[in-house]
């Protein structure tokens, strides 16, 4: 592993209280930078102000998407142990992307190393109030600069940090979603179990008309038959249908999620029944018909666990457990952020640790 060169900031910035953090507006310091080209691999890593960077217009990534990305979390608990959320299933997932858009993959251990070193120069931008963490953005664009379609054959990978706020302020609010059945995300041998901003390009059209409707979220339809259940667009989707837990088999375009994994390992662990399978709208409706839905959540690293309090299909709306939480998903909140926050023991070691 090459040595990783540090260029830090004149003055350190200061880490806003948690009421003024909100999602995705601030960053830290500095980022983590790698460079890729063909014959020499990936180099020259490097931590560096985080900053405006320049690139030439015919940049290729901006005409045609050759990108990947993560989303992944680092916590502090309340002994400031600062660990990371099961690092190398994000990393590993970041190489299945890349994979598919055809980037270079990355050494997963080096990688880990970079945001690692970067994570403990800026520990002091890490809030420890429960609910709020740092969230970690890795992501690789392409960029020869080169209007033509074409593999290309330079890329760079950063890493970028951005201290959240607590994504639920007063409890659990469950979400109200509605079943797409106009638009489509993805479909099978497309790029819809990659991490890839294509898959949020495709979303916006139907995510501004549920906004319009009053809906918070998309739940989308497989789409050939516009009838299997696939998922929400940054989140997994769960049933819990007479003691049963099903979510969507990983049918080639669903994104296969960590939380969503988890989800699936805990519940096995707990003793319940916990299904992969091709899961149909209808029989979601038929249940509820039936009073056997008990519950339905969706899982991502943003919520953890957002709990959908009302479904809408073609017109039709059907509300979910009296529109409150169920015990299932606020019993998984409660562990898993119980583990991430440090009030849960590690059981199943999925907290790496980035200071002693
Ligand atoms: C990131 C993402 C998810 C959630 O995955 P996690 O690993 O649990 O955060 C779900 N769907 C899509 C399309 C995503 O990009």
């Known amino acids: 592993m090459t040595d990783i060169i540090v260029n830090k900031v004149d003055k350190p910035g200061v880490l806003p209280t948690d009421d003024k953090l909100g999602f995705g507006k601030i960053f830290t310091d500095h980022m983590f930078v790698m460079d890729y080209e063909t014959g020499k691999g990936w180099h020259s890593p490097r931590i560096i102000p985080y900053g405006e960077f320049a690139f030439v217009p015919a940049t290729i990534v901006f005409h045609y998407g050759q990108a990947i990305f993560e989303g992944m979390k680092a916590f502090r608990a309340a002994n400031n142990q600062i660990a990371v959320f099961r690092t190398k299933q994000y990393l590993n997932r970041f190489n299945r992307s890349a994979g598919h858009l055809c980037i270079p993959p990355i050494d997963v251990e080096e990688v880990q190393a970079g945001l690692f070193k970067l994570l403990e120069l800026e520990k002091d ?209 409660d562990f898993v952020t119980g583990v991430q926050y440090g009030s849960v023991p590690d059981e199943f070691n999925w907290m790496d640790k980035v200071n002693n």
């Open 125 to 333: 931008w890490i809030p420890g109030t429960l609910g709020t963490s740092l969230y970690i953005r890795p992501f690789i664009i392409s960029t020869d600069g080169y209007i033509g379609v074409k593999v290309a054959s330079t890329y760079k990978l950063f890493i970028i940090l951005s201290p959240v706020g607590a994504y639920y302020d007063n409890g659990f609010n469950p979400v109200s979603i509605k079943v797409e059945d106009k638009y489509v995300r993805a479909t099978k041998g497309g790029l819809g179990q990659a991490k890839t901003p294509a898959n949020y390009a495709m979303s916006l059209s139907a995510q501004a008309e549920a906004h319009k409707e009053g809906f918070d979220q998309v739940l989308w339809l497989d789409a050939v038959h516009r009838k299997y259940v696939e998922e929400v667009g940054t989140m997994n989707i769960f049933f819990k249908i007479n003691g049963e837990i099903i979510t969507p088999e990983l049918s080639g375009s669903i994104l296969g999620g960590i939380t969503r994994h988890t989800v699936l390992e805990l519940a096995q662990n707990w003793g319940l029944k916990a299904t992969e399978r091709q899961i149909s709208i209808e029989e979601v409706y038929e249940a509820h018909a039936k009073g056997e839905l008990e519950e339905v959540f969706g899982t991502g690293t943003a919520a953890v666990i957002s709990p959908v309090g009302e479904l809408s299909w073609k017109g039709q709306k059907i509300k979910i457990n009296n529109n409150q939480t169920g015990e299932f998903s606020k019993k998984l909140f």
